[in-house]
């Protein structure tokens, strides 16, 4: 089975809410997922918190076959952007979901460096349909 790492902006209720949907969709399609928001969030130690939440999360990447990144809003979210230059970086296939109809005028959908940096789907199955045929 491939891993997938999930990257996406998690700091509303409604984002934390889609992206556990996305990761369930994932796993339905047969893939293990590495959800930040839950396999790395859940830190006691205060006084290291962020530095074991950032080694946590290079992990989750460097142990993923596939990078999946939700690229929606008018700006990426800017650790999903680090992500994605990461794994990119890393020679990680990474696979943009954009959702979000709004453009940046004659920059694109999205942010240059992003655009070129993934493969963007503009919906959940168009996203699972490549993942089944490329990655299973």
């Known amino acids: 089975m491939k891993t997938v790492y999930l990257a ?8 934390c809410d889609f992206n556990r949907k ?6 339905s399609a047969g893939f293990i997922v590495f959800l930040p ?19 946590k999360n290079l ?30 970086a890393k020679a990680k296939p990474v696979l ?10 004659i920059e694109g959908n999205v942010n240059l460096m992003i655009e070129q940096s993934v493969v963007i789907f503009m919906s959940v199955p ?4 490549h993942l089944k045929s490329r990655f299973r």
Request: no cysteine.
């Open 126 to 129: 168009e996203l699972l349909n």
């Open 59 to 88: 992990k989750g990447i460097e142990n993923s076959d596939i990078i999946v990144a939700v690229i929606d809003g008018a700006d990426i979210d800017s650790g999903t952007a680090w992500e994605i230059g990461f794994a990119f």
């Open 8 to 15: 996406a902006p998690l700091f509303s209720e409604a984002e």
């Open 37 to 55: 928001q839950e396999d790395s969030n859940n830190v006691k130690d205060m006084s290291d918190r962020q530095k074991i939440i950032f080694n």
């Open 96 to 105: 943009g979901l954009r959702t979000d109809f709004r453009t940046l005028g």
């Open 22 to 27: 996305l990761r369930d969709e994932l796993i």
